[in-house]
């Protein structure tokens, strides 16, 4: 089983809401991560979580707010969104991660994402 | 500075017809390329990958190919078929630069022409 759940699959809120969006994995991975997509281009990291400890922040603005509440559970919290926030929010877990992880446990399953708006 | 390059932004192929997707990458501390499919409005889903140690990768349809001291990389798909068609990334990660950060190309639209 390599599935990754994403709730909700679309999201449409003004920017002075407070909204999460949750993620979802049983695969016993201890590595999961946040990613912003935007049409026709490639995902961009926003944080990872090692362990359930937040490992890496790309210097994401404070208006996305990550939490790991356990080893299979990751949100994110978004409040004050701005309308070019507006992209698919895609979760993805895996094996293991950080320096020295053995090879093989780089491979991200990804979730179907959350398509999100901003208005 | 773009480390994982994917030149070709779209392939066109027949059905049954072999699909090359090409990727070039610069950091030589890359040890791991994956290559993942993307449809619209979904997830990527994992393909295929391969070790630096190795350097060919085969998996049903699809074949990875790893040339180190060029710096590249190709996807073969064959046959191809029109469920092929999306647009397929190439992604690099290292033990020593991060094993958690991938680090992806621009993408190829693949279309498979029935």
């Known amino acids: 089983d390599t599935e990754v759940t994403q709730t909700p699959k679309h999201l449409v809120m003004g920017m002075t809401n407070k909204k999460s969006l949750k993620c979802e994995q049983h695969?016993?991975?201890?590595?999961m991560y946040w990613y912003k997509q935007k049409a026709k281009k490639p995902p961009e990291l926003m944080f990872v979580?090692?362990?359930?400890?937040?490992?890496i922040n790309e210097s994401v603005p404070s208006r996305f707010s990550p939490e790991c509440p356990n080893s299979s559970l990751l949100n994110l919290h978004l409040h004050a969104l701005q309308p070019e926030d507006s992209a698919l929010y895609l979760c993805?877990?895996?094996?293991?991660?950080?320096?020295?992880?053995?090879?093989?446990?780089?491979?991200?399953?990804f979730g179907p994402g959350t398509r999100l708006t901003v208005t | 500075d773009q480390q994982v390059k994917q030149n070709s932004p779209s392939l066109s192929v027949q059905e049954g017809r072999i699909s090359i997707l090409n990727c070039d990458y610069t950091?030589?501390?890359?040890?791991?390329f994956l290559w993942y499919k993307k449809y619209p409005a979904e997830g990527p889903t994992f393909l295929i990958s391969?070790?630096?140690?190795?350097d060919k990768n085969e998996d049903g349809r699809f074949t990875v190919f790893l040339n180190k001291s060029a710096k590249h990389l190709s996807l073969h798909i064959v046959p191809s078929q029109p469920g092929d068609s999306a647009v397929y990334f190439c992604?690099?990660?290292?033990?020593?630069?991060?094993?958690?950060?991938?680090?992806f190309g621009e993408g190829t639209q693949l279309t498979v022409n029935p």
């Open positions: 993805a877990s895996s094996q293991s991660g950080g320096r020295g992880a053995p090879t093989g446990s780089y491979e991200q399953y």
């Open positions: 391969i070790s630096s140690i190795k």
């Open positions: 950091n030589s501390m890359f040890d791991y």
């Open positions: 992604a690099a990660s290292g033990r020593e630069t991060s094993g958690s950060r991938l680090t």
């Open positions: 695969m016993g991975h201890r590595a």
């Open positions: 979580y090692s362990y359930e400890k937040l490992s």
